[in-house]
Antibody, heavy 112, light 109 residues
Framework: QVHLQQWGAGLLKPSETLSVNCAIY????????WSWIRQPPGKGLEWIGE???????NYNPSLKSRLIISVDTSKTQFSLRLSSVTAADTAVYYC??????WGQGTLVTVSS | QAVVTQEPSLTVSPGGTVTLTCASS?????????ANWFQHKPGQAPRALIY???NKHSWTPARFSASLLGGKAALTLSGAQPEDEAEYYC?????????FGGGTKLTVL
């Protein structure tokens, strides 16, 4: 059965770089939009960005200067990197194949 | 960046009908915003219900429908069930970036 599995460091200090990875098992990588979404504690969903079937990226303008979304098609996985994190980046991060498949979510906490 | 506005909370009786709306600060929502609707329950990943304004996924219960209404995207639930109690989010496309609404907490009571 096709599913997404995500992983990444759960605790970061301010100014460090957040990195979360998402792998697809049992399915193809090509031809889909691959997205990242987050939900801070007690708040709503926030769209972070996506990588298109053609390999281009679209980013949330408020995060763009710190954000890189990339794909490794040989490993059928894609990644989120967010630099210079602050407490405001504390959230559950989800990867998704827009929009029928979702990862299980990764809680990332930024604290000194 | 545009702001997408939803009702913060709504209540519907079991078996009743309720409409959730989604407005954009940039102007009327049209088909070009390709509105998506998601249901999100605590401890779970969000689940997509609607794509491209009014299209249902294969798993979307028939009691959910969506449309454009008065310059907004709208999600209508007809015949609410207790399991429909959840947070509902719309997502609008802005020619590249996308923006979630703030969410509507739907209570079935």
């Amino acid at each position: 059965q096709v599913h997404l599995q995500q992983w990444g460091a759960g605790l970061l200090k301010p100014s460090e770089t957040l990195s979360v990875n998402c792998a697809i098992y049992g399915g193809s990588f090509s031809g889909y939009y691959w997205s990242w979404i987050r939900q801070p504690p007690g708040k709503g969903l926030e769209w972070i960005g996506e990588i298109t079937p053609g390999g281009s990226t679209n980013y949330n303008p408020s995060l763009k200067s710190r954000l890189i979304i990339s794909v490794d098609t040989s490993k059928t996985q894609f990644s989120l990197r967010l630099s210079s994190v602050t407490a405001a980046d504390t959230a559950v991060y989800y990867c998704a194949r827009a929009w029928d498949l979702w990862g299980q979510g990764t809680l990332v906490t930024v604290s000194s | 960046q545009a702001v997408v506005t939803q009702e913060p909370s709504l209540t519907v009786s079991p078996g009743g009908t309720v409409t959730l709306t989604c407005a954009s600060s940039s102007g009327p929502v049209t088909s070009g915003f390709y509105a998506n609707w998601f249901q999100h329950k605590p401890g779970q990943a969000p689940r997509a219900l609607i794509y491209s304004t009014s299209n249902k996924h294969s798993w979307t219960p028939a009691r959910f429908s969506a449309s454009l209404l008065g310059g907004k995207a709208a999600l209508t639930l007809s015949g609410a069930q207790p399991e429909d109690e959840a947070e509902y989010y719309c997502l609008l496309y802005y020619g590249g970036p996308q923006v979630f609404g703030g969410g509507t907490k739907l209570t079935v009571l």
